[in-house]
């Protein structure tokens, strides 16, 4: 079956989350997941922490370079992902739903590519 990667697209910008919001959001995303453990189609999933915590690696001629903070700025980040194993879109899409559902904010649902032919 396809993997589908759902990343959930947080704004970097704005007031932030009303006290204990955020809590509430990871409560119901861990619920989701322990729902697509029970239907056998999570594969894995995690939120991540601020994009200010990130170190990205660079190419520089036939060195590394290492630096601090994201990749890139912007006015959205992602803010974790659940991967899911499903027969097609419309089942990753369903479930793509959920998590709106459980998050309230955007979820961008992309397939992988399929490695196993």
Do not use: C, N
């Not at 990130?54 to 659940?82: I, N």
């Amino acid at each position: 079956m396809p993997k589908y990667l759902m990343t959930v697209v947080e704004p970097s910008t704005g007031t932030g989350l009303a006290p204990g919001q955020l809590e509430q959001i990871m409560k119901d995303v861990d619920a989701l997941h322990h729902e697509m453990q029970d239907a056998g189609i999570w594969v894995f999933g995690g939120g991540l922490r601020p994009p200010h915590t990130a170190t990205t690696l660079r190419s520089a001629d036939d060195d590394v370079l290492v630096v601090d903070g994201p990749f890139a700025e912007g006015k959205e980040h992602v803010g974790g992902f659940s991967i899911v194993d499903v027969p097609d879109l419309d089942v990753a899409l369903e479930w793509g739903r959920k998590l709106v559902a459980a998050t309230t904010i955007p979820i961008e649902v992309r397939p992988f590519y399929d490695t196993t032919g």
